[in-house]
């Protein structure tokens, strides 16, 4: 528990963390208290007394209204999230909210209004959660919002202005669906000569039985990535035609791919782009 405490400094620490390792310990606990030396027992429980201090104080600590960890932004989710819930929802009302880059925010959003709908979206440097591998196509046609995290803001758009992560609605008046979709090349060699331009074909896929109605521009483009969040994008993007894409179609494209001019190992990621998403990549994407 000390160390989780003080990684909580560090970084945002989630409680569940512990859950998968509490059977071993009990087991070896119990094991070492049975068999232990008295030296172990009583350094044991000394150690037993210290972590049930520190927990109680930390609760105590967290129900203050003035507490000291209201200073320290990885526990803004405690002390804000519940009024940034009710600004957002004030401010949409029942109409669902996407999200970019964040597992917390439709989480925190939906614990507060379980009725609620709320997705994300992960760009490229961002990884995937349970929020952007759902069928979004439940929401296709709908209005929904965008949220965009940020301290800038705009005229012309609303800005949700509050101390845990504040951020712009932008409206997207017809939802298009797209994490039934899967972008993938026909045929790829694995060596490339650097700063080079190859033809390559595509095949775009839809994965489920149920069409996709493109109601904003959807297009592909690519990225080779050096590390996380460190990669080189395409400089084109490639429109994908037809106002739908029906269920279980499959569909070529072709485009030009150019590699980086540094040689060097690469991974090559598809994603694609529609409506205002202009850097979100959908879940299904091909690497």
Request: glycine share 4%; net charge positive; hydrophobic share 35%.
């Amino acid at each position: 528990m000390i160390f989780f405490l003080i990684s909580s400094f560090k970084n945002t620490v989630e409680a569940h963390w512990t859950l998968i390792a509490v059977p071993s310990f009990m087991t070896l606990f119990m094991s070492l208290i049975i068999s232990g030396t008295q030296k172990y027992q009583r350094l044991f429980q000394k150690f037993a007394v210290a972590n049930i201090t520190v927990i109680l104080l930390a609760r105590v600590l967290f129900l203050m209204p003035q507490s000291p960890f209201i200073l320290i932004r990885h526990y803004y989710p405690f002390f804000y999230g519940k009024q940034w819930a009710e600004t957002l929802h004030q401010a949409v009302g029942d109409t669902p909210v996407i999200f970019e880059n964040s597992y917390v925010l439709p989480s925190l959003y939906t614990y507060y209004y379980p009725h609620a709908r709320a997705l994300d979206y992960n760009t490229k440097s961002y990884r995937k959660t349970n929020y952007n591998l759902e069928n979004d196509c439940e929401l296709s046609g709908q209005k929904v919002w965008h949220y965009q995290i940020t301290n800038e803001r705009r005229p012309s758009l609303t800005y949700i202005d509050t101390k845990y992560n504040p951020g712009l609605l932008h409206p997207v008046e017809r939802f298009t669906c797209v994490n039934t979709l899967k972008v993938s090349p026909v045929e790829l060699p694995c060596n490339l000569k650097a700063g080079t331009s190859y033809p390559l074909q595509l095949l775009l896929e839809n994965k489920s039985d149920q069409s996709v109605t493109l109601y904003n521009d959807l297009e592909v483009d690519y990225a080779f990535f050096v590390g996380k969040s460190d990669f080189i994008n395409s400089t084109e993007s490639y429109k994908v035609e037809g106002p739908v894409i029906a269920g279980r179609q499959k569909s070529n494209m072709r485009i030009h791919l150019k590699t980086p001019d540094q040689p060097g190992k690469y991974k090559l990621l598809f994603s694609l782009k529609t409506g205002i998403y202009k850097e979100i990549l959908p879940a299904r994407s091909t690497q």
